[in-house]
């Protein structure tokens, strides 16, 4: 999996090219992840 999106994740997610967006919301995105996926 290419990781590049992490560099820039508002940026990707936006773009559709983040895997780990659920759902774009009003004010936010639904996504899915770990509490360690910060220390990555």
Do not use: C, K, Y
């Amino acid at each position: 999996m290419d990781n590049q999106w992490r560099e820039d994740r508002i940026g990707s997610a936006l773009r559709g090219e983040n895997p780990t967006v659920l759902r774009r919301l009003a004010a936010s995105f639904a996504v899915m992840g770990t509490q360690l996926d910060h220390l990555r």
